[in-house]
Protein backbone atom coordinates (compact mmCIF):
# COMPACT_ATOMS: atom_id res chain seq x y z
CA UNK A 1 0.00 0.00 0.00
CA UNK A 2 2.97 2.39 0.91
CA UNK A 3 4.89 1.91 -2.25
CA UNK A 4 1.21 2.51 -4.41
CA UNK A 5 1.31 5.85 -3.01
CA UNK A 6 4.50 6.70 -3.71
CA UNK A 7 4.15 6.10 -7.27
CA UNK A 8 0.94 8.27 -7.08
CA UNK A 9 2.89 11.02 -6.00
CA UNK A 10 5.57 10.83 -8.56
CA UNK A 11 2.92 10.52 -11.26
CA UNK A 12 0.95 13.18 -10.00
CA UNK A 13 4.16 15.37 -10.53
CA UNK A 14 4.29 13.84 -14.34
CA UNK A 15 1.13 14.92 -15.20
CA UNK A 16 -1.75 17.63 -14.95
CA UNK A 17 -4.01 16.16 -13.28
CA UNK A 18 -5.43 16.68 -9.36
CA UNK A 19 -6.13 12.97 -8.89
CA UNK A 20 -5.04 9.76 -10.25
CA UNK A 21 -7.18 7.05 -8.96
CA UNK A 22 -6.32 4.58 -11.94
CA UNK A 23 -6.72 1.11 -10.97
CA UNK A 24 -5.95 -2.43 -12.82
CA UNK A 25 -6.52 -6.09 -11.72
CA UNK A 26 -5.40 -9.03 -13.74
CA UNK A 27 -7.55 -12.34 -13.39
CA UNK A 28 -6.31 -15.88 -14.68
CA UNK A 29 -8.58 -18.13 -15.70
CA UNK A 30 -8.94 -22.26 -17.50
CA UNK A 31 -11.45 -24.46 -18.83
CA UNK A 32 -11.35 -26.83 -15.84
CA UNK A 33 -9.62 -25.99 -12.57
CA UNK A 34 -8.57 -29.97 -12.43
CA UNK A 35 -6.13 -31.04 -14.53
CA UNK A 36 -4.72 -34.26 -15.02
CA UNK A 37 -1.05 -34.92 -14.42
CA UNK A 38 1.34 -34.23 -17.42
CA UNK A 39 -1.59 -32.65 -19.53
CA UNK A 40 -1.46 -29.28 -20.96
CA UNK A 41 -4.56 -26.29 -20.02
CA UNK A 42 -4.83 -22.90 -21.30
CA UNK A 43 -4.87 -20.17 -19.33
CA UNK A 44 -5.70 -17.03 -20.23
CA UNK A 45 -5.01 -13.62 -18.93
CA UNK A 46 -7.23 -10.75 -18.41
CA UNK A 47 -7.06 -6.78 -17.79
CA UNK A 48 -9.80 -5.11 -15.81
CA UNK A 49 -8.75 -1.53 -15.76
CA UNK A 50 -10.30 1.89 -15.00
CA UNK A 51 -8.41 4.94 -15.95
CA UNK A 52 -9.68 6.95 -13.10
CA UNK A 53 -9.23 10.64 -13.35
CA UNK A 54 -6.29 10.63 -14.72
CA UNK A 55 -5.26 13.31 -17.12
CA UNK A 56 -5.46 11.83 -21.09
CA UNK A 57 -2.20 11.44 -22.67
CA UNK A 58 -1.05 11.96 -25.86
CA UNK A 59 -3.45 9.15 -27.38
CA UNK A 60 -6.26 9.44 -24.63
CA UNK A 61 -6.99 6.71 -22.25
CA UNK A 62 -7.08 3.56 -22.61
CA UNK A 63 -4.93 0.20 -21.64
CA UNK A 64 -1.51 1.23 -23.23
CA UNK A 65 0.48 -1.71 -22.17
CA UNK A 66 1.09 -4.28 -18.96
CA UNK A 67 4.09 -6.66 -18.30
CA UNK A 68 4.69 -9.17 -15.99
CA UNK A 69 6.00 -12.73 -14.86
CA UNK A 70 3.54 -15.49 -14.53
CA UNK A 71 4.31 -17.50 -11.91
CA UNK A 72 3.83 -20.87 -9.81
CA UNK A 73 3.53 -22.03 -6.27
CA UNK A 74 2.44 -25.14 -4.84
CA UNK A 75 3.11 -28.66 -4.80
CA UNK A 76 3.13 -29.28 -8.33
CA UNK A 77 4.61 -25.58 -9.44
CA UNK A 78 8.42 -27.88 -9.08
CA UNK A 79 8.27 -29.85 -12.90
CA UNK A 80 5.32 -27.82 -14.18
CA UNK A 81 5.93 -25.27 -17.06
CA UNK A 82 4.55 -22.93 -19.49
CA UNK A 83 4.32 -23.30 -23.09
CA UNK A 84 2.63 -21.50 -26.57
CA UNK A 85 2.81 -18.14 -24.44
CA UNK A 86 0.91 -15.88 -26.88
CA UNK A 87 -0.13 -11.65 -26.34
CA UNK A 88 -3.09 -10.88 -27.97
CA UNK A 89 -2.90 -9.33 -31.67
CA UNK A 90 -4.27 -6.13 -30.44
CA UNK A 91 -1.26 -5.17 -28.33
CA UNK A 92 1.34 -5.24 -30.74
CA UNK A 93 3.84 -3.23 -29.19
CA UNK A 94 6.94 -5.46 -28.02
CA UNK A 95 5.46 -7.73 -27.49
CA UNK A 96 6.99 -10.39 -25.37
CA UNK A 97 5.66 -13.79 -24.59
CA UNK A 98 8.24 -16.42 -23.57
CA UNK A 99 8.23 -19.37 -21.40
CA UNK A 100 10.64 -19.84 -18.68
CA UNK A 101 12.97 -22.41 -16.49
CA UNK A 102 11.51 -22.42 -12.85
CA UNK A 103 8.89 -20.91 -10.87
CA UNK A 104 8.72 -18.00 -13.01
CA UNK A 105 7.05 -19.67 -15.79
CA UNK A 106 6.41 -17.17 -18.43
CA UNK A 107 7.49 -13.27 -19.10
CA UNK A 108 4.44 -11.75 -20.86
CA UNK A 109 4.19 -7.97 -21.68
CA UNK A 110 2.60 -6.05 -24.77
CA UNK A 111 1.25 -2.78 -25.79
CA UNK A 112 -0.23 -0.19 -27.55
CA UNK A 113 -4.21 -1.32 -27.35
CA UNK A 114 -5.68 1.24 -28.88
CA UNK A 115 -6.62 2.65 -32.47
CA UNK A 116 -6.32 6.65 -31.72
CA UNK A 117 -9.29 7.95 -30.03
CA UNK A 118 -11.25 4.54 -29.77
CA UNK A 119 -12.72 4.06 -26.64
CA UNK A 120 -11.13 1.24 -24.55
CA UNK A 121 -13.25 -1.34 -23.24
CA UNK A 122 -12.67 -3.13 -19.92
CA UNK A 123 -11.96 -6.13 -18.83
CA UNK A 124 -9.49 -7.16 -21.74
CA UNK A 125 -8.54 -10.63 -22.52
CA UNK A 126 -4.28 -9.93 -23.34
CA UNK A 127 -2.18 -13.10 -23.09
CA UNK A 128 -2.61 -16.74 -22.87
CA UNK A 129 -0.40 -19.89 -22.00
CA UNK A 130 -0.35 -23.14 -21.75
CA UNK A 131 0.67 -24.22 -18.50
CA UNK A 132 2.19 -28.03 -18.81
CA UNK A 133 1.31 -30.11 -15.26
CA UNK A 134 4.29 -31.75 -13.76
CA UNK A 135 3.79 -35.58 -15.06
CA UNK A 136 5.16 -37.02 -11.84
CA UNK A 137 2.39 -34.74 -9.91
CA UNK A 138 0.23 -36.85 -7.13
CA UNK A 139 -3.42 -36.52 -7.19
CA UNK A 140 -4.45 -33.79 -5.30
CA UNK A 141 -1.40 -31.40 -5.62
CA UNK A 142 -1.85 -28.07 -6.77
CA UNK A 143 -0.34 -25.16 -8.77
CA UNK A 144 -1.22 -21.93 -8.12
CA UNK A 145 -0.55 -19.46 -10.92
CA UNK A 146 -0.29 -15.74 -10.04
CA UNK A 147 0.97 -13.08 -12.79
CA UNK A 148 3.00 -10.12 -10.96
CA UNK A 149 3.25 -7.68 -13.23
CA UNK A 150 2.59 -3.54 -14.01
CA UNK A 151 -0.43 -1.89 -16.18
CA UNK A 152 -0.17 1.66 -18.44
CA UNK A 153 -3.30 3.38 -18.74
CA UNK A 154 -3.02 6.80 -19.24
CA UNK A 155 0.44 7.09 -21.05
CA UNK A 156 1.88 10.58 -20.49
CA UNK A 157 5.67 10.10 -21.26
CA UNK A 158 8.01 9.26 -23.83
CA UNK A 159 9.32 6.25 -22.64
CA UNK A 160 7.49 3.52 -21.32
CA UNK A 161 9.16 0.55 -19.78
CA UNK A 162 7.65 -2.67 -18.78
CA UNK A 163 9.08 -4.07 -15.78
CA UNK A 164 7.71 -5.93 -12.88
CA UNK A 165 8.32 -2.91 -10.50
CA UNK A 166 5.98 -0.12 -11.63
CA UNK A 167 7.22 3.20 -12.49
CA UNK A 168 6.21 6.08 -13.27
CA UNK A 169 2.14 5.97 -15.37
CA UNK A 170 2.55 2.82 -14.36
CA UNK A 171 -0.15 1.12 -11.93
CA UNK A 172 1.04 -2.54 -10.20
CA UNK A 173 -1.48 -5.23 -11.50
CA UNK A 174 -2.71 -7.28 -8.45
CA UNK A 175 -3.62 -10.54 -9.37
CA UNK A 176 -6.77 -12.95 -8.40
CA UNK A 177 -4.29 -16.23 -7.87
CA UNK A 178 -5.76 -19.09 -10.27
CA UNK A 179 -5.58 -22.68 -8.87
CA UNK A 180 -5.06 -25.81 -10.21
CA UNK A 181 -5.55 -29.09 -9.02
CA UNK A 182 -4.43 -32.49 -9.97
CA UNK A 183 -6.89 -34.62 -11.07
CA UNK A 184 -6.48 -38.31 -10.65
CA UNK A 185 -6.74 -38.93 -14.23
CA UNK A 186 -8.42 -41.30 -16.43
CA UNK A 187 -7.22 -43.36 -19.17
CA UNK A 188 -9.02 -41.79 -21.72
CA UNK A 189 -9.37 -45.68 -23.11
CA UNK A 190 -10.72 -46.55 -20.11
CA UNK A 191 -13.88 -46.65 -21.02
CA UNK A 192 -16.11 -48.49 -18.62
CA UNK A 193 -14.28 -46.97 -15.41
CA UNK A 194 -12.45 -49.86 -14.16
CA UNK A 195 -9.23 -48.79 -13.63
CA UNK A 196 -7.84 -51.17 -16.66
CA UNK A 197 -7.80 -51.25 -20.54
CA UNK A 198 -9.29 -53.90 -21.97
CA UNK A 199 -11.22 -55.50 -25.03
CA UNK A 200 -14.16 -54.37 -23.10
CA UNK A 201 -13.79 -50.59 -23.24
CA UNK A 202 -14.19 -50.98 -27.07
CA UNK A 203 -18.33 -51.75 -26.57
CA UNK A 204 -18.15 -49.41 -23.56
CA UNK A 205 -16.91 -46.48 -25.68
CA UNK A 206 -20.06 -47.47 -28.24
CA UNK A 207 -22.12 -47.40 -25.04
CA UNK A 208 -21.32 -43.81 -23.92
CA UNK A 209 -20.73 -42.92 -27.56
CA UNK A 210 -24.62 -43.71 -28.34
CA UNK A 211 -25.39 -41.99 -24.94
CA UNK A 212 -23.47 -38.63 -26.25
CA UNK A 213 -21.60 -39.11 -22.64
CA UNK A 214 -18.43 -37.29 -22.63
CA UNK A 215 -16.31 -40.40 -21.18
CA UNK A 216 -16.62 -40.96 -24.45
CA UNK A 217 -14.88 -37.80 -25.64
CA UNK A 218 -11.42 -39.82 -26.19
CA UNK A 219 -9.80 -36.22 -27.73
CA UNK A 220 -10.52 -34.33 -25.09
CA UNK A 221 -12.12 -31.62 -27.31
CA UNK A 222 -14.77 -31.05 -25.56
CA UNK A 223 -17.19 -33.04 -28.72
CA UNK A 224 -18.43 -36.19 -28.58
CA UNK A 225 -17.87 -37.15 -32.71
CA UNK A 226 -16.44 -39.87 -35.07
CA UNK A 227 -13.28 -38.84 -34.39
CA UNK A 228 -13.56 -39.98 -30.59
CA UNK A 229 -12.90 -43.69 -32.06
CA UNK A 230 -9.79 -43.13 -33.95
CA UNK A 231 -8.25 -41.47 -30.67
CA UNK A 232 -9.81 -44.54 -28.26
CA UNK A 233 -7.65 -46.97 -30.66
CA UNK A 234 -4.81 -44.93 -29.98
CA UNK A 235 -5.04 -44.46 -26.80
CA UNK A 236 -6.05 -48.17 -26.00
CA UNK A 237 -2.49 -49.51 -28.06
CA UNK A 238 -1.15 -47.16 -25.62
CA UNK A 239 -2.30 -49.26 -22.79
CA UNK A 240 -1.18 -47.97 -19.82
CA UNK A 241 0.88 -45.47 -21.19
CA UNK A 242 -1.75 -43.39 -22.80
CA UNK A 243 -3.62 -40.17 -22.07
CA UNK A 244 -5.61 -39.78 -19.14
CA UNK A 245 -9.25 -37.80 -19.39
CA UNK A 246 -11.71 -35.75 -17.20
CA UNK A 247 -14.14 -36.90 -16.34
CA1 LIG B 1 -11.72 -50.46 -18.65
CA1 LIG C 1 -13.92 -35.54 -28.97
Same mark, same amino acid.
Given at each position: ??????????????????????????????????????????????????????????????????????????????? *?????? /? !? $?? &? +????? #??? =?? %??????????????????????????????????????????? *?????? /? !? $?? &? +????? #??? =?? %??????????????????????????????????????????????????????????? #??? =?????????????????????
Amino acid at each position: MKKTTAIASVAGLLISAPAFAQSATASLTAPSSTVAAGSSITVTLEIDFSTGAAASGPFGLGLYGFGGDAVASGDAAGD *TSASNA /A !V $VP &A +LPLGP #VAQ =AN %AGLNIATIAGGRLLADGASPTSPQSVAQFDVNIDAGAMSGDTV *TIDFDG /A !V $VL &A +LDSDL #VTF =AT %APGANQQPLSTNSLTLTVGGGRLCADQNGDGMVTPADFNAWILNFNMGSLIADTNADGL #VTP =ADFNAWILAFNAGANGPTCTP
